[in-house]
């Protein structure tokens, strides 16, 4: 048995056994942050259910689930080897952006959400707001308002109308560290999060992170905001359960909130740490919290014009 590293919620290990190679994973109750973050491990059992259905709508795009035991909170899903699915996260810290991987990406997470966007069923069994709220909601949107406070306003009226939609089936952490690059595309693990709500959510969390990028590898800036590009173009051209319009409206409305939320929220990205570049972060955020743009190519630009400075 080997430790997995790479993420705070739960215990993963590498196990090898009688010739064979699985990862087992446990979700944990308290996650590993600075700050209280307590999460129920009822989520263990929604990760399973999630990857069963994504895998149903895009086989390949996810892990196989070997066994699953919901009361003790745990399961276990085939191994993915590094040397020929490396993680995303570090491909893009490598210098590696590339905008028709990204567009892959936008497509299958659009085909999971029209695959579920008004299905009764699978709402009600990924009803789980409690989760959503002390995974997503209360450490990113209402933890960065009560250190904004002149932005509280605006803030807990996202986080509120977020938890209150009810669209389809989301992941909840769609990132660079969770998305594996295989040889026929995109692997999508880590579903903790899952949740019947507002897809505009996903969208949003991975974009927010190729912005980031941009601070961590800044030689691959123009990767990064292309890749954007790419995912979103991608995402919004598999809209087919409302006008793109509208639900583009809804991501360039979250976007600037994750953002802020990274690095004055309860889980801050861990390589943005100098004090000028969290600066760069919030005199772009905040204007766009208080105003909220209708398009995503709008955040784009602020953002180039900041790092290009």
Not at 66 to 84: C, E, Q, R, T, V
Request: glycine letters at 6%; charged letters at 20%.
């Amino acid at each position: 048995m080997t430790p997995l590293t790479g993420g705070v919620a739960s215990d993963i290990w590498k196990v090898e056994s009688d010739g064979r190679v699985f990862v087992v994973k446990k979700a944990l109750a308290q996650l590993r942050v600075a700050q209280t973050w307590l999460a129920p491990v009822s989520r263990n059992a929604s990760e399973v259910d999630w990857l069963r259905e994504a895998g149903r709508i895009a086989p390949g795009a996810v892990p196989e689930i070997l066994a699953s035991d919901a009361k003790a909170g745990i399961f276990a899903m085939n191994y993915l080897d590094p040397a020929d699915h490396p993680v995303w996260k570090q491909e893009l810290h490598a210098g590696r952006a590339d905008p028709a991987f990204a567009a892959r990406l936008g497509t299958v997470i659009a085909a999971i959400h029209a695959g579920t966007q008004g299905s009764a069923e699978i709402a009600g069994r990924f009803a789980n707001d409690a989760t959503f709220h002390s995974i997503r909601i209360e450490p990113y949107l209402e933890a960065t308002a009560r250190v904004h406070t002149d932005l509280a306003e605006p803030l807990l009226a996202l986080a509120a109308e977020t938890l209150a939609a009810k669209v389809a089936l989301v992941h909840g952490d769609v990132s660079p560290k969770n998305i594996l690059v295989g040889p026929h595309g995109p692997v999508i693990l880590d579903a903790e999060c899952a949740w019947y709500g507002e897809p505009a959510f996903d969208l949003a969390f991975c974009l927010n992170h190729l912005l980031l990028k941009c601070l961590w590898t800044p030689g691959t800036s123009a990767g990064f905001l292309a890749c954007f590009d790419a995912l979103a173009e991608s995402y919004l051209a598999g809209v087919d359960w409302e006008p793109r319009e509208v639900i583009e409206a809804r991501v360039a409305r979250l976007l600037p909130a994750l953002f802020l939320a990274r690095v004055d929220g309860k889980s801050p990205a861990e390589y943005i740490s100098a004090d000028a570049d969290k600066d760069r972060i919030r005199r772009v955020a905040r204007p766009l919290i208080a105003t909220p743009a209708a398009r995503l190519s709008t955040i784009r630009q602020l953002w180039s014009e900041e790092i290009s400075r």
